[in-house]
């Protein structure tokens, strides 16, 4: 992927950064935007700082911008410096500050009912995610359509499909995945493609201080999804899935990509959700996946 161009949105930890090195790895040229520039600055572990440690062994080219998406101005500001180098081939929509705050004053707020849901978590959710995913496509959709060929991949999950605990996640991400395919469909005359793309549990940082709530049997490092991506890319069928809601580990085994320890991991379907509390109203096209 030496000649490949791509920006991932929130880069400085968690699935973001896993994507960079990933992509990094195949020696593409990635520019990554986070919010914490710097490790002496950062409330939780990672920041551009260290994923620039980190891509220093690698072939690929890191360009990191801070950015707060949940200022268009710091969005435009991006896409400005990425216009200026004249070509972006992936744009992955991952800045999620969803996670964040999900303990109030000692308690758990994130499984309270819509009513009694803080209207910050609105804001970070839709306000700041959706809003920034749709801010840097629209941007950045002007050079992939020039270019005739281009990937927007809007990263999502299971609650777009299923009640996953929290109402406005659900809507979050279900707007997550009508977006993608609502790009695909006017980007199609341009033979650009754009796609909602589903990880599994995958061992970020805040998962793995929690390792032992979890099954980790099955889960996936943060670099899998991005190889993922990488093999999408390359995909000379990229455009009959564009628009679609498509799952990581089900393409892995498509491609053939195995994570980094080697292992490979299975996809999940809506039975693995089987005990949620009914599907949304989108559930039916990953019912039988």
């Known amino acids: 992927m030496k000649d490949v161009v791509a920006l ?3 880069g400085s ?47 690929g080219r890191l360009s990191v911008h801070r950015c707060d998406h949940a200022s268009d101005a710091d969005s435009e500001r991006v896409a400005e410096a990425i216009r200026a180098g004249g070509r972006l081939d992936i744009l992955v929509n991952n800045a999620w500050p969803g996670y964040e705050r999900m303990v109030e004053d000692g308690e758990f707020t994130w499984p309270r009912p819509f009513w009694e849901q803080p209207v910050w978590r609105w804001e970070a959710m839709i306000g700041t995610a959706l809003r920034g995913a749709f801010i840097m496509s629209r941007a950045v959709a002007p050079l992939m359509i020039s270019a005739r060929r281009g990937l927007i991949v809007n990263i999502s999950f299971w609650a777009a499909q299923l009640y ?6 659900g809507i979050a991400k279900a707007a997550a995945d009508k977006m993608a395919a609502d790009f695909a469909h006017e980007l199609r005359p341009h033979s650009v493609a754009a796609v909602a793309l589903y990880p599994g549990l995958v061992r970020t940082e805040a998962v793995l ?10 889960s996936e490092s943060p670099q899998f999804i991005g190889h993922v991506i990488g093999g999408l890319w390359r995909d000379p069928l990229l455009m009959s899935k564009s628009g679609h809601v498509l799952i990581a580990a089900a393409l892995a085994r498509e491609y053939g990509i195995a994570d980094v320890d080697g292992t490979r991991p299975v996809p999940l379907c809506a039975a693995d959700f089987a005990g949620n509390a009914g599907p949304s109203a989108g559930a039916s096209e990953l019912e039988d996946c």
């Open 8 to 10: 991932v949105t929130g």
């Open 13 to 59: 930890r968690g699935i973001g950064r896993g994507i960079a090195l990933a992509l990094l790895a195949e020696g593409a040229t990635v520019h990554v935007t986070g919010r914490t520039r710097f490790e002496a600055e950062a409330k939780q572990a990672g920041s551009l700082e260290g994923l620039e440690f980190e891509a220093a062994k690698l072939p």
């Open 164 to 169: 996953e605990g929290n109402a406005v996640y």
């Open 209 to 218: 201080e929690n390792a032992e709530h979890f099954d980790m049997s099955n």
